[in-house]
């Protein structure tokens, strides 16, 4: 089975606590702030779905972030 991922943009008062935190959570392969709405944006990955849910919960869980939208993403050849 292929490894999936998702890009999850992240609402939070403070880009920059949120990316140092999130960083640290195993699965998420990369996370940066951004200029503008949303205000960070990872990308994390997992064996499955159901791994890659545990991942986007863990983000959901730091206090400072106020709201999550995941989307699913899949290589297209």
Same mark, same amino acid.
């Given at each position: $089975? &292929? &490894? ?8 939070? &008062?403070?880009?920059?606590? !949120? !990316?140092?935190?999130?960083?640290? %959570?195993?699965? !998420? ?13 990872? %990308?994390?990955?997992?064996? @499955?779905?159901?791994? $890659?849910?545990?991942? %986007? ?11 999550? @939208?995941?989307? !699913? ?5």
């Amino acid at each position: $089975m &292929k &490894k999936v991922w998702a890009y999850v943009f992240i609402t939070t &008062k403070e880009p920059r606590k !949120v !990316v140092q935190s999130i960083r640290k %959570i195993p699965g !998420v392969a990369k996370a940066d702030a951004l200029f503008g709405s949303p205000d960070v944006v990872a %990308i994390v990955g997992g064996t @499955d779905i159901s791994n $890659m849910d545990t991942v %986007i919960d863990r983000i959901a869980e730091n206090p400072l972030v106020a709201g999550t @939208d995941s989307k !699913v993403a899949r290589w297209i050849d």
